[in-house]
């Protein structure tokens, strides 16, 4: 399964940013989808999760209320949506794929579950 993330750039404090994951291999269906970001001199944390079915979709705290997360199994996509955003949110931003446990998103093991990556992209917001 190879990942490759697109729409990352510079984007203006209070915006909304639009990210998209394209899989390509073996169907979309069979795995979980997580995103992760990373700030400088941070490290990588997970951002939104969603399950093989999406009934199950996760948020960190720090994007909580203003974030949605879809998949579209037929076009081996998912999409990911942070609204209000603020500086902080400025990262690489990674989506990645896992196994379709009902249990992955919000596991206590995090991105340790998730083995295949995309090579990020980045998201620069300024204020």
């Known amino acids: 399964l190879q990942l490759v993330e697109s729409g990352g750039g510079l984007v203006q404090s209070g915006g909304t940013l639009t990210l998209s994951c394209t899989t390509t291999g073996d169907p979309l269906r069979f795995y979980s989808i997580g995103w992760f970001r990373q700030a400088p001199g941070k490290e990588r944390e997970a951002v939104a999760c969603i399950g093989e079915t999406a009934d199950v979709i996760i948020g960190a705290d720090s994007v909580k209320d203003r974030f949605a997360i879809f998949r579209d199994n037929a076009k081996s996509t998912s999409t990911l949506e942070i609204h209000s955003l603020k500086v902080e949110d400025t990262a690489v931003y990674y989506c990645?794929?896992?196994?379709?446990?009902?249990?992955?998103?919000?596991?206590?093991?995090?991105?340790?579950?998730?083995?295949?990556w995309g090579q990020g992209t980045q998201v620069t917001v300024s204020s």
């Open positions: 990645a794929a896992g196994p379709a446990w009902p249990q992955i998103c919000g596991h206590e093991r995090g991105e340790a579950l998730f083995d295949w």
